[in-house]
């Protein structure tokens, strides 16, 4: 079984709902196992800055797809809620964001897909769930808390649980 993390983000909708509708899609889709999942957090949007906050979290799964089978199925779980991505502008609005992390040690680069995902360690709103729930975890030869020490958080808040 491969350890795979992947982070979830969205700005339209009720977002928190989508995400547990949505790990539940990827993990029965993948035959996967739930092993970790981290609180969700409102972000600042990022790249395009004139739009609602996001929600991110991080989840860590087990699950015996390859790569690229597992890209597929995100990519349909984006698409069963609504995510339509020759219709969006990038950086834009959008009800779901499946992004591939790492995927074990596995170093890939393909025109669909590079692991470990490629602006990680730029990305506070995604290095701050997974700190959570992967602080020691090595990519690309830094260990995740490190990397979240290296870059702002200004404005990620930890949202309440939900129930």
């Given amino acids: 079984m491969a350890s795979v993390l992947?982070?979830?983000?969205?700005?339209?909708?009720?977002?928190?709902?989508?995400?547990?509708?949505?790990?539940?899609?990827?993990?029965?889709?993948?035959?996967?196992?739930?092993?970790?999942?981290?609180?969700?957090?409102?972000?600042p949007p990022w790249g395009d800055e004139e739009q609602a906050?996001?929600?991110n979290a991080c989840v860590e799964i087990e699950t015996d797809l390859d790569p690229h089978a597992l890209l597929?199925?995100?990519?349909?779980?984006?698409?069963?809620?609504?995510?339509?991505?020759?219709?969006?502008?990038?950086?834009?609005?959008?009800?779901?964001?499946?992004?591939?992390?790492?995927?074990?040690?596995?170093?890939?680069?393909?025109?669909?897909?590079?692991l470990p995902h490629p602006r990680l360690f730029e990305r506070a709103f995604v290095l701050v769930p997974l700190a959570e729930i992967a602080p020691d975890r090595v990519i690309l030869g830094m260990r995740v808390r490190d990397g979240l020490s290296s870059v702002s958080t200004q404005g990620i808040e930890r949202l309440p649980d939900t129930g």
């Fill in 6 to 43: 992947i982070a979830l983000g969205g700005n339209v909708g009720d977002v928190r709902a989508t995400f547990a509708k949505a790990i539940a899609h990827v993990c029965g889709m993948a035959q996967a196992a739930l092993i970790a999942r981290s609180a969700d957090y409102a972000t």
């Fill in 53 to 55: 906050p996001f929600v």
């Fill in 72 to 114: 597929f199925v995100l990519q349909k779980v984006e698409q069963k809620f609504g995510r339509t991505r020759n219709k969006e502008r990038r950086w834009g609005p959008r009800t779901l964001d499946l992004d591939m992390i790492a995927y074990d040690d596995i170093s890939l680069q393909k025109p669909d897909l590079t």
